[in-house]
């Protein structure tokens, strides 16, 4: 099977098929700096990152783009409120933005055009689509007219004329009124009082944000792309104004492929500031939670399902990428009885490309085509998960063997069928952008007087699966070695074990 990706476009889960032959172009929606980064945001340039590391080790060349928007009105609101400027408040939020996405591994994009650097393609885009008779000047603003583009509505499957009978009685502001459809929208603002402004051959002004993406595309990556990325909440009327004037300029299809990602809700709810469940990445991290218990965690669910984001989910997150963490560490060089796998996985780049699977042993082979397979089913990170999940089992059992200080692990760590593992595990994990880290308050062996909580959890484990093969006496023996060094053992309903130190 080839990479299948579900096109919002279509409505339909279709074959991967690049314009070029090994290339790929990506524009992927970018922030508006006027704020922290928030959880919606993980959520949707973790799973990016992932299509583009997982192409990149599929073999193709991919130019990945995606902008900043740091002309808004949400970032002079901000300026006004501060007493700074929209200057000010961008540039701080761009270098936070940079700041948190390094932290969850996130590739930096090829290029990062911003709104005010590209002007002088916003303005020559305008001026197309007045030319052609799809915009015109009203009092100083320049409006796009819907009616112009014919298959306006085809990306979030709106029907126009239904539209405007909806609205047809409802009182119309002074802005509406200069309208010639209630749904044309402003492709150049003209300045108001106190605002910035640039100029432009319809007076000083701004650009309107949905032209500014539709120009930074255009500059970066021609008239039709690949692949356009975004949040569901994109779709209308941000994507929906995008294709609109972009089409109705080039005459050519914008983006072959349109992928948007699914909404977060906490305990049930929309995530909003509004319900005072806004969580930023910054604040989340901070507080303890580690940067790939994070990613783990967003990878768990399909990337357009909607993630519910409770205390409890990401603690299970967090049990999970223990165990992980610790065949990651094992499989690492670094690491006391390595293995001696290559870590260049873990940290794929764009030069990367996937290894030889004739090279693999059956098992490993077949490993390696479930996880492939996973990926290219729409991008099931989930199922691709349980692949990586299974690789590490056997090595998060040596690893507390090792912690045990057992003479014959150290002698099995060195064998070429676990060097073989190792080196699978660290080389599919950076698929996924997940690597081997130093957990937070979880310092050495050495330094705690006793396991470590990768260790216990390994031991758990081992002693789940002793009970599920009915060998009760080396359950048992776990239980008391591990109490014997002061970690007590908490049977639950539902096979659950939980442990206190």
């Known amino acids: 099977m080839t990479l299948q990706l579900s096109n919002t476009l279509t409505r339909s889960v279709e074959e991967f098929r690049p314009l070029e032959p090994g290339k790929v172009s990506i524009y992927c929606c970018g922030v508006t700096v006027y704020d922290l980064c928030h959880l919606g945001h993980a959520r949707s340039y973790i799973n990016w990152d992932v ?19 740091d002309i808004d009105d949400k970032i002079l609101g901000r300026a006004a409120e501060e007493g700074t400027s929209m200057e000010a408040v961008s540039e701080r939020n761009i270098e936070a933005f940079v700041a948190d996405m390094a932290r969850l591994n996130i590739l930096p994009a090829d290029r990062m055009p911003r709104a005010t650097q590209s002007l002088g393609a916003i303005r020559a885009l305008i001026q197309v689509l007045e030319a052609k008779g799809a915009a015109y000047l009203a009092d100083g603003d320049v409006y796009f007219a819907v009616m112009k583009h014919a298959g306006y509505g085809k990306l979030s499957g709106r029907d126009l004329a239904e539209q405007h009978d909806n609205a047809s009685g409802r009182v119309a502001s002074e802005e509406e009124a200069r309208k010639q459809h209630p749904f044309d929208f402003a492709l150049w603002k003209g300045a108001k009082p106190g605002e910035p402004s640039f100029e432009s051959p319809w007076g000083p002004g701004r650009p309107g944000w949905h032209i500014e993406c539709s120009a930074m595309v255009r500059e970066e990556l021609g008239d039709t792309i690949d692949i356009h990325l975004g949040g569901a909440d994109l779709v209308f009327p ?25 909404m977060v809700n906490v305990g049930g709810e929309k995530m909003s500031k509004s319900l005072g469940n806004f969580t930023t990445i910054r604040a989340l991290l901070d507080s303890g939670v580690s940067p790939m218990t994070l990613r783990l965690f967003v990878l768990q669910a399909h990337y357009r399902k909607p993630l519910d984001f409770t205390a409890e989910a990401l603690e299970a997150a967090a049990t999970g990428w223990k165990g992980l ?38 098992e490993l082979a077949e490993a390696r085509a479930r996880f492939v397979a996973a990926m290219d089913d729409d991008l099931n990170t989930s199922a691709a998960l349980a692949v990586l999940f299974e690789l590490a089992k056997p090595l998060r059992g040596l690893a507390n063997r090792l912690e045990r200080g057992d003479a014959a692990a150290a002698v099995e760590a060195t064998s070429a069928a676990l060097r073989g593992q190792g080196a699978l595990l660290l080389e599919l994990a950076g698929v996924l952008g997940l690597k081997q880290e130093a957990l937070a308050g979880a310092p050495p062996q050495e330094a705690q007087g006793g396991l470590s909580d990768a260790a216990i959890d390994a031991l758990v484990e081992e002693r789940r699966a002793a009970k599920a093969s009915r060998d009760f006496a080396r359950a048992d023996q776990i239980r008391a070695d591990l109490k014997a060094q002061g970690i007590e053992l908490v049977d639950k309903p539902g096979g659950v074990t939980e442990w206190l130190r």
């Open 51 to 69: 299509l583009r590391r997982y192409l990149i080790w599929s073999g193709y060349a991919v130019t990945f783009v995606q902008n900043y928007t």
């Open 238 to 262: 941000h994507h929906e104004n995008e294709i609109a004037q972009s089409e109705a300029a080039t005459g050519k299809e914008l983006a072959h492929y349109w992928l948007h990602n699914g």
């Open 325 to 362: 963490n610790a065949a990651l560490g094992l499989a690492s060089p670094a690491a006391p009885g390595t293995t001696g796998a290559s870590t260049e996985g873990a940290s794929i780049t764009p030069a990367l490309v996937a290894g030889d699977p004739s090279d693999l042993p059956k």
